[in-house]
């Protein structure tokens, strides 16, 4: 019992862009657990925080503008407060966006908990000259308001000491709307009916839920037609006219906040914010794609120059970890599977790991400053025409740099649509790993006709992934892209602590996710590569070399010999594992140079082989990795299994077409 | 009051004359880098004579297509700006301040590379990098990103909020 | 008899400011989420800029900004404020 009462579970709601992460940081610290919310790829973040001898939970709930069921946010975070039952709910509040602000306010406290209002931002409003009356504030929404700014992580202990009297309180406050005559009616008559059924009782606030049928939410229907008042329920929606109420009950809380917001606030007179001074010239009709893409080629060249000196430290390390094992240890077999397969499969993944991290620090400032709402706004129209939401852009272009954060990027797209259609069309989009097998085949057969061949096979992995979204609009996924009506935040510094923390957050899920499934594919690989016991590691006797045999007549057409389906085998590990298993293949081992002469050498090995081959390389599966983010994203083996056949279809297709073509052609 | 005024006016001045000359260098020495690019590229080897040799050792200017064509563009915000203030469009200003801030940026960026670099060189002690020293990062990007950095802390103030 | 200053959100030009009149935009699942972002009739609304490709637009209303395709600025009825 005592250990009950000083417990406090408090859940944080809040409009996108408040600060609602940067108050989460602030409070937790770094007692955070990160994980999804069940059944559904949202993210759901929880930490906690003791004060004042009080076990404190806070839960971070979805940014959300309103607790209708547009998105699965929206029904994430109402879940949440009323299955749950949090003890109270903080919303943050951008003080310098009242308006926009109460409206969820309005609709937390039709949900009858208790609720704080955390007033952030304050510093911005008082730099701009806005007056927040913050008695009268507490006064007409009944409710009480603490003044924080997050980002200083001011008024941290306030808002806390807060959260203990209020939960110290049993009073009930609130103050709800109304919403005029005709309306209250039909609610109260609806509410008469729900009050009949038990288990809807006991579970859900009736009022509240009223309004939400007469608003025509899907997600509560679905609820009350189950239940034993459904056809009751039914009989009075049927007698209204829906889209006239749903019109009028948000007119009505626009309406009571219209009255309330002179009261509480005067707004100094806006000539030009410094946001809207920068966003005239970073949304310039003329400079503003400029300007986007050249940030974005900042962000790459960063990416990669910057992470190359890091990633050679763990080449080095797992080189001397992988030789240490193989003088050491005994027997050999196990030194070969320990040095052979799983240090340099690990190894292999791991590398790219500076990459990631760096891709997810840069990503995270440029959400933090408003700019990524930006690229979507830039970019919606070319996106659009292509079948996909301008949020897609982001999550495509970072799968240049590596796929497996750009497939975890595209979260940030709402509608499950073009989230899907994003992740399935992302592995088109050439990454870095695949940038060593066009080195290796353009630089050996195609001299200075090198570059155009590379650059070739990026632009044809992006006409791929257009024509593949395309097509799965109009067969899979039919449909349109959802609406773009989306907020365009004010510019703000963003902060190094929160970037810091989304990076390794999200670091640490790829190492984890994809370490275990690795560890898994390169066993596996090394079993085949083997066994039957006694045979050389690779080679043409072992299972690796019997299924290279058993998927040469598949991949003959394409002009492969046993060899490269051996090592495109292995590229469904790690694509940089391919030039790696050729040369062992070859017989030269890591040396670039001997592998290129042994491949000019070789009569099978022509010209139009290796265009071949790289085409097929850029467009099948491309990695371990890549498939169990695609799981854990989609969180459905159907798909994923879908973007793996998809992917190694295309392929197939599009070399044999490149392969036969040739052939005709005379090559 | 009117004392007050022309040091308004003063301070426009000078930030158009700061766009101006912004403007121009990045222009200059945008053009300069995308152009030995280009000529590097067409004739397939490193340029070690002649004048445009000259002119890039002595400026530290890579020759590298890409990156001047976001000189110039850099420039291009910045003589923006200018135009803007000169037809006294007082909103003008906001392409001078974004332009320092996208200066400031690639700086930054290169900034970093060079760290990278430096770690390369004297940490992993790596074979590519023998003979190496950071004065071969300094680049345009950076030495320019430097003025910006000097006149966004002169002015940082002035591009504040502006009310009435 | 429609009024001569009665028309789309789409058609505003930059700088424009005008009041709602009426959201007659189709699904009703996007309409609620246009009321929810406080395209309510009697709102004022005011069209900032178009994006560089001409679409989307962005409008400030409420005292932010907000971001809607043309395609649904069409159904949206405002009257333009001098
Ligand atoms: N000036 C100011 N900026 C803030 C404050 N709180 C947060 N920010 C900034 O607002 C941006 C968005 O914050 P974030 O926590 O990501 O918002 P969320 O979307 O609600 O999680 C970040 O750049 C923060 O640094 C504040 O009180 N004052
Ligand atoms: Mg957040």
């Known amino acids: 019992m005592l250990e009950d009462n000083n417990k406090i579970k408090v859940a944080l709601a809040g409009n996108p862009n408040v600060g609602k992460t940067t108050l989460f940081n602030a409070i937790t610290g770094s007692k955070q657990h990160v994980g999804n919310w069940p059944g559904v790829t949202v993210e759901k973040k929880s930490g906690f925080t003791k004060y004042k001898g009080y076990d404190i939970e806070i839960v971070d709930l979805p940014g959300t503008y309103s607790l209708t069921a547009y998105s699965m946010d929206e029904i994430v975070s109402r879940n949440f407060i009323i299955e749950e039952k949090p003890d109270m709910v903080i919303q943050i509040v951008d003080a310098s966006n009242l308006e926009r602000n109460l409206y969820l306010t309005t609709q937390l406290m039709e949900l009858e908990t208790k609720i704080i209002l955390a007033l952030n931002m304050c510093d911005l409003a008082t730099e701009r000259g806005d007056k927040i009356y913050l008695n009268k504030m507490e006064e007409m929404l009944a409710t009480p308001i603490v003044k924080t700014v997050a980002s200083q992580e001011k008024g941290i202990n306030h808002l806390l000491d807060k959260v203990i009297e209020e939960r110290n309180n049993d009073q009930h406050h609130g103050h709800e709307i109304g919403y005029g005559d005709e309306i209250e009616e039909k609610i109260f008559e609806i509410e008469k009916i729900l009050a009949n059924d038990t288990e809807i009782t006991e579970k859900y606030p009736l009022r509240w839920m009223s309004i939400r049928l007469l608003e025509g939410d899907e997600n509560i229907k679905d609820k009350v037609n189950k239940s034993s008042v459904a056809s009751k329920i039914n009989d009075v929606l049927d007698s209204i006219d829906q889209e006239e109420y749903e019109a009028d009950i948000a007119d009505k809380r626009y309406s009571t906040i219209n009255i309330i917001f002179p009261q509480i606030c005067t707004r100094a007179n806006q000539v030009l914010t410094k946001s809207d001074m920068i966003d005239r010239v970073l949304t310039n009709k003329y400079l503003g794609i400029p300007i986007f893409l050249s940030l974005m080629w900042g962000a790459f060249e960063l990416t990669f120059a910057f992470a190359t000196p890091f990633m050679d430290m763990i080449e080095i390390a797992f080189t001397w970890l992988a030789g240490m094992v193989s003088t050491n240890l005994q027997p050999a077999w196990l030194a070969s599977l320990v040095g052979d397969g799983i240090i340099a499969g690990v190894g292999s993944v791991l590398i790219f790991v500076p990459n990631i991290f760096i891709l997810f620090f840069l990503l995270s400032l440029l959400e933090g400053s408003g700019y990524l709402a930006r690229a979507a706004f830039i970019m919606d129209r070319l996106m659009y025409k292509i079948g996909m939401h301008g949020k897609s852009f982001i999550p495509m272009l970072m799968g240049f740099g590596c796929n497996v954060p750009a497939i975890m990027a595209a979260r940030s797209i709402e509608d499950d649509r073009d989230r899907l259609i994003t992740i399935l069309v992302v592995p088109f989009v050439s990454c870095g790993a695949r940038l060593p097998i066009y080195i290796l085949f353009a630089g050996t057969f195609f001299g200075r006709q090198a570059g155009t061949v590379i650059f070739a096979m990026y632009v044809l992995g992006i006409l791929v992934a257009v024509a593949s979204a395309k097509l799965f609009r109009l067969t899979v996924i039919k449909g349109k892209p959802a609406p773009f009506i989306m907020e365009l935040p004010p510019y703000r510094v963003p902060k190094l602590k929160s970037a810091l923390i989304h990076m390794w957050d999200n670091g640490a899920m790829y190492i984890k996710k994809a370490g275990t499934i690795i560890l898994l594919g390169v066993t596996i690989i090394w079993i085949l590569a083997s066994f039957p016991w006694g045979v050389e590691y690779g080679s043409e006797s072992s299972y690796v070399g019997i299924i290279g045999h058993l998927f040469e007549p598949f991949l003959r057409p394409l002009g492969f010999d046993w060899r490269i389906s051996v090592a495109l085998v292995f590229g469904f590990v790690a694509k940089e594992i391919v030039v790696g298993s050729i040369g062992v293949l070859f017989g030269v081992g890591d040396n670039q140079e001997a592998l290129s002469q042994s491949l000019l050498a070789d009569p099978g090995i022509t010209p139009l082989n290796s265009m071949s081959l790289m085409v097929f390389s850029l467009l099948y599966m491309p990695c371990v990795a890549a498939m169990s983010v695609i799981k854990k994203e989609t969180g459905s083996w159907k798909w994923t299994i879908f973007a793996i056949l998809y992917g190694v279809a295309v392929a197939w297709i599009m070399a044999f077409v490149v392969y036969q073509g040739g052939k005709l052609l005379g090559y | ?164 | ?82």
């Open chain 2, 1 to 164: 009051m009117v004392t007050k005024g022309e040091n308004m006016k003063m301070k426009a001045h000078s930030k158009m004359l700061l766009a101006f000359l912004l403007g121009c260098s990045y222009i200059i020495a945008g053009t300069i880098q995308s152009s030995t690019g280009i000529i590097r590229i067409l004739s397939g080897k490193p340029i070690t004579s002649g004048l445009p040799h000259i002119i890039t050792e002595a400026l530290y200017i890579p020759h590298d297509i890409l990156s001047g064509l976001i000189l110039i563009l850099l420039g291009t915000v910045f003589i923006y700006g200018f135009m803007e203030l000169c037809q006294g469009i007082e909103e003008g200003i906001a392409y001078v301040y974004v332009g320092t801030l996208l200066a400031m940026i690639f700086a930054g960026i290169y900034l970093l590379v060079t760290t990278g670099n430096i770690l390369e060189a004297y940490l992993l002690k790596n074979e590519d990098f023998i003979g190496w020293t950071p004065l071969d990062d300094l680049r345009p990007e950076i030495y320019l990103g430097f003025v910006s950095l000097i006149a966004y802390a002169k002015w940082k103030k002035q591009f504040d909020v502006k009310n009435e």
């Open chain 3, 1 to 82: 008899m429609l009024s001569t200053n009665e028309t789309t959100l789409d058609t505003l030009k930059p700088g424009d400011k005008a009041k709602i009149l009426k959201v007659r935009v189709k699904g009703s699942s996007i309409r609620r989420k246009l009321f929810d972002m406080g395209i309510v009739a009697g709102s004022e609304i005011q069209l900032i800029r178009r994006a560089p490709l001409g679409d989307p637009l962005e409008f400030k209303i409420k005292g932010y900004n907000l971001s809607i395709r043309k395609m649904e600025a069409r159904d949206i009825f405002v009257q333009v404020l001098e």
